[in-house]
Nanobody
Framework: LVQLRESGGGSVQSGGSLRLSCAAS????????MGWFRQAPGKEREGVAA???????TITDSVKGRFTISEDTANNTLYLQMNNLKPEDTAMYYC???????????????????????WGQGTMVTVSS
């Protein structure tokens, strides 16, 4: 089972930017998907963005135009570029991976997140106003 490690979280002011990274212990076999999820204090975990080995991308509406998901397959790393951050983006951010393409369904809330194969331990993002 692939192991995932997030990094890049921190504290920024509203309007600032951060880039999160998720390093995978090995290159997943195709087909696969990877995604970013977040959990704000006192709230349920929600999907943010996902991509798959077929280059399909899903972005949740609340971050469209501000967040970009990408991957560096040579280094087995998933990224989340977050621009124009808002206080409501404050959350623990997790990356996840699966051997299929169900990440998109999980990001859209159509499938429970416990369906995904692997999760990282998270990196905290705090946005102050």
């Amino acid at each position: 089972l692939v192991q995932l490690r997030e990094s890049g979280g921190g504290s920024v002011q509203s309007g600032g930017s951060l880039r999160l990274s998720c390093a995978a212990s090995e290159r997943p076999s195709k087909p696969y998907c990877m995604g970013w999820f977040r959990q704000a204090p006192g709230k349920e975990r929600e999907g943010v963005a996902a991509l798959d080995s077929g280059d399909s991308i899903t972005i949740t509406d609340s971050v469209k135009g501000r967040f970009t998901i990408s991957e560096d397959t040579a280094n087995n790393t998933l990224y989340l570029q977050m621009n124009n951050l808002k206080p409501e983006d404050t959350a623990m951010y997790y990356c996840a991976a699966d051997s299929g393409r169900i990440c998109h369904l999980v990001v859209l809330g159509r499938l429970a997140d416990n369906a995904l194969d692997a999760w990282g331990q998270g990196t905290m993002v705090t946005v102050s106003s």
